[in-house]
């Protein structure tokens, strides 16, 4: 066992834990945050997805031992609030993204990964960076949808002249 201080949402936690116990499991089931979901247990499908330093890993396999002291752990629950919806959670919401909802999470934490490297993406960037991302409901249209409408550049509904 080791002692292990992470900043997680801008808190700091002590735990105990074995240095190979991937970081889903601290994040989950020693801090008691359980917006990060496991899917596959391999990296496979995204659903674990959390930012490490700002950039988007999978808590499923990365083991505790390798994180550094002073590496900033952002979940989901870290980056917005009930009464602040980050932009993507918003177009999350007006696009009608979700339908089971189970890897949204991580769909939402690439998504705002994704637009902090490329805030205007094009469909072919949102694509190939959303590709590791598994969506048994096949939301990729709206996802796509929705994270061209945080970025700001959805195209605006126009209506017919009659």
């Not at 696009?95 to 769909?107: A, D, I, L, M, R």
């Not at 960037?125 to 590709?131: E, F, G, H, P, V």
């Not at 969506?135 to 990729?140: N, V």
Request: hydrophobic share 35%.
């Amino acid at each position: 066992m080791a002692i292990f201080n992470l900043t997680i949402n801008d808190q700091r936690y002590k735990i105990e834990a074995e240095e190979d116990m991937p970081l889903l499991w601290a994040i989950r089931d020693l801090v008691g945050l359980k917006g990060t979901k496991y899917g596959c247990g391999i990296a496979q499908c995204g659903a674990c997805t959390v930012h490490l330093d700002g950039q988007p890993v999978r808590s499923c396999s990365l083991p505790l031992g390798v994180i550094k002291k002073k590496q900033k752990i952002t979940t989901i629950e870290g980056i917005g609030s009930p009464q602040l919806l980050h932009a993507v959670q918003e177009a999350w919401v007006e696009e009608q993204v979700p339908q089971c909802g189970y890897c949204q999470s991580g769909q939402i934490m690439s998504a705002v990964a994704l637009l902090a490297q490329h805030p205007e993406p094009s469909d072919d960037q949102i694509d190939t960076y959303m590709n590791g991302n598994l969506c048994r409901c096949g939301t990729y249209d709206r996802i796509r949808k929705a994270i061209h409408r945080a970025s700001g550049s959805a195209k605006p509904k126009t209506m017919g002249t009659h």
